[in-house]
């Protein structure tokens, strides 16, 4: 007996130190000296005195850091929003396909997680630039119908940096709904049918409320992601299609200023937190109702 | 009788290349309680989905109301189903669940809650208005279920299974709630089980599922005291068969004899029987007595045999019991304990004469047609 509860010991703590080992060295403790730099003040090239200042704060609310910030939430909702638009009818449709189409189905999704963001985030400009794959396809056609043709520009602008955001987050978009349709109960649709409702009303009035859990789990996924995404803005996006993790990035190499990069880093640790609690406090109702449920 | 409400004319559907359904005929009066019965696999679930109209047959016809339904939508039948397992919608409370059906044909939202005030009331769920699916006992989901479901007045309300999830006595309690339900509405009712109990105890007729093919639709009486086949003798509760050959027609009666004893039994006939030929002898278990075996003579319809086992079952025991001449014949017979007589040792081992009178055996069909 005694044993047995030595051995569960054992395991619970051998279960238990890793992660919180991880946790503690990869993120909490680096987030810690981020966040007392962010209320730091830089003193001569690399010293750094923690004075507990909010003016790196202060300077963050100026507009033309502001701006980025709006812009970047801009960027990313646009981003979250498309990838729904995307997502769901793929997502149904995946989840409504013959079990054989399933599997190859899904890996098509996720096949493209194999390849390294770097590689393609090029190989999207080698598809869109002005000598790229899209333009060729494009004048081909021209060429067949007898119409003068002019490359488009379509890189290093918003448009390709949403384009390039969609690409990289749409799969995790699909899964999460995917999920939600794999667990939904078909019988419900059946019983909805022959109550007399509308394919539009099973739409609206049972699959989209029974799922809603899966679709904003969707949709943070991609948005926080997205409003910190650094590379594709810095490939794709033009002197203007900047986000907010360019202007920190910028901060910590170019400006050498640790103290106001860090604090501009916290505001977007803060406000994926705030999404975070939010959708915990929207969703802790249903956990609570599920626990009435098991009692 | 009143006109057919449903009208199948020879319905088949197959999957793959498995017959679920083979040329079905089947009509079902208004104001009927109907029930359809089989063992699982026999079509019955497939032939509810035909008539809701999620399964479409590969030929036939189909009328409800007269109606051809041949291109009518689920959400346009005059029907409405009670699923086996509710399909009630989790994110709806109670009055929203039973007002949906209400709500998406377009009646004014003041009506559609005056209704299903109405049928709270009916289905005694009055008070749980505002209660949400997991908040509610397995016996309120299946009234709430039943009250979706009625709350549309439909011509006819399929059951799928709908009382599979109850335990027995909520079971028993819920049988006549349904049967109360019917009457009281005079809807036609169509429930679905695999229970022969269920389909006995509430339903006017029954139609019985073997193979995709129904074999013999009729009142519960008369499914039982004059099963048409040997299935459904052997379906609708349980019988003793044993193989025998006709020797003599009398009026109402035939003689046949056994190939274990020597005696004539005397059965009840049946219609087209010929002199000469193999049937089945079919005897219930609870129309045989048990008596000793020194009282051989005093009996006509008689086997003897040994107790070979005994299944304790309450009100009633079932006694096992070796025919003596095949030992591979095995009659089962059921005795309430108050019938007992007190001169007889019931034991396992034990001889016994097993005897019973001569109307209550039954001819039927060695060939299952």
């Known amino acids: 007996m005694m044993k047995q509860v030595g051995s569960h010991r054992l395991i619970f703590w051998l279960t238990f130190i890793p992660p919180t080992l991880w946790l503690l060295i990869f993120l909490l403790i680096p987030l810690s000296i981020i966040g007392s730099f962010s209320f730091s003040e830089k003193r001569g090239l690399i010293d750094i005195e923690l004075s507990w200042i909010l003016n790196n704060y202060i300077r963050a609310a100026d507009l033309i850091y502001l701006s980025t910030l709006i812009k970047s939430i801009g960027v990313a909702g646009i981003t979250t929003v498309i990838c729904f638009l995307f997502g769901f009818p793929l997502a149904l449709g995946i989840a409504s396909a013959p079990p054989r189409w399933k599997s190859i189905l899904l890996i098509a999704i996720i096949l493209p997680f194999c390849v390294n963001l770097l590689i393609r985030t090029y190989a999207l400009i080698a ?30 602008n918003d448009t390709a940096v949403i384009l390039g955001l969609v690409y990289v987050h749409l799969p995790f978009m699909i899964l999460p709904l995917y999920a939600g349709f794999e667990g939904f109960n078909k019988t419900l649709l059946e019983a909805a049918l022959d109550l007399g409702a509308s394919k539009l009303e099973l739409l609206t009035s049972i699959i989209i409320p029974i799922i809603t859990p899966s679709i904003i789990s969707g949709c943070i996924l991609v948005f926080i992601p997205a409003l910190g995404s650094y590379l594709t803005p810095e490939l794709l996006g033009g002197p203007n299609s900047q986000m907010i993790a360019n202007v920190i990035e910028r901060q910590f190499m170019n400006a050498n200023d640790w103290p106001f990069g860090s604090a501009l880093s916290m505001v977007l640790v803060y406000l994926t937190f705030g999404i975070l609690a939010l959708r915990y406090l929207c969703f802790n109702n249903l956990y609570l109702d599920k626990n009435k449920r098991r009692l | 009788m009143k006109n057919p409400i449903i009208k199948i004319e020879g319905i088949t559907k197959k999957f793959g290349i498995k017959n679920a359904l083979e040329e079905i005929d089947l009509s079902i009066y208004e104001g009927e309680f109907f029930a359809i019965v089989g063992p699982s696999g026999c079509g019955k679930t497939t032939l509810l989905r035909v008539l809701a109209g999620f399964e479409v047959p590969d030929s036939g016809l189909l009328f409800i109301d007269g109606e051809n339904m041949r291109s009518i939508p689920p959400n346009r039948r005059p029907l409405n189903i009670v ?28 009506e559609c809650y005056q209704r299903v005030k109405m049928l709270l009331k009916l289905v005694k769920l009055s008070g749980l208005d505002h209660r949400f699916p997991h908040q509610l006992s397995g016996g309120q989901l299946q009234r709430v279920a039943l009250a979706r479901a009625l709350v549309k007045r439909p011509k006819v309300l399929l059951l799928d299974e709908p009382l599979s999830a109850l335990d027995a006595k909520l079971r028993n309690e819920m049988r006549q709630e349904l049967v109360r339900l019917q009457k009281s509405m005079g809807i036609t009712f169509i429930l679905v089980t695999h229970d022969q109990q269920e389909a006995l105890s509430t339903a006017d007729r029954i139609a019985v599922m073997n193979n995709g093919r129904i074999k013999q639709v009729a009142s519960p009486t008369n499914l039982y005291e004059s099963p048409s086949n040997k299935f459904v003798a052997g379906f609708i509760g349980s019988i003793n068969l044993i193989k025998c050959e006709v020797r003599q027609i009398e009026g109402e009666l035939c003689a046949v004899t056994t190939g274990l004893t020597k005696d004539l039994f005397s059965i009840k006939g049946k219609n087209e029987i010929s002199v000469g030929q193999s049937y089945l002898m079919g005897v219930r278990p609870e129309k045989i007595q048990l008596t000793k075996l020194t009282d051989i003579d005093q009996y006509d319809n008689k086997l003897a045999g040994i107790i070979n086992n005994i299944t304790y079952l309450g009100r009633s025991s079932m006694y096992h019991v070796k025919v003596s001449g095949d030992e591979n014949i095995v009659m089962n017979v059921s005795m309430s304990h108050s019938d007992r007589s007190e001169n007889i040792d019931l034991c396992i081992g034990e001889s016994v004469l097993m005897h019973w009178t001569a109307g209550s055996a039954l001819l039927l069909e060695d060939h299952d047609s």
Do not use: C
Not at chain 1, 129 to 140: D, M, P, S, V
Not at chain 2, 86 to 106: C, S
């Open chain 1, 127 to 156: 598809v869109f630039r002005t000598r790229g794959f899209f333009n060729f396809g494009l004048e081909w056609f021209a060429d067949l119908i007898n119409v003068p043709f002019e490359p488009l520009s379509l890189l290093y």
């Open chain 2, 83 to 110: 699923f086996q397992s509710y399909a009630l919608f989790p994110h709806m409370t109670v009055l929203d669940n039973i007002a949906f059906g209400l709500k998406v044909t377009g009646v004014p939202i003041k």
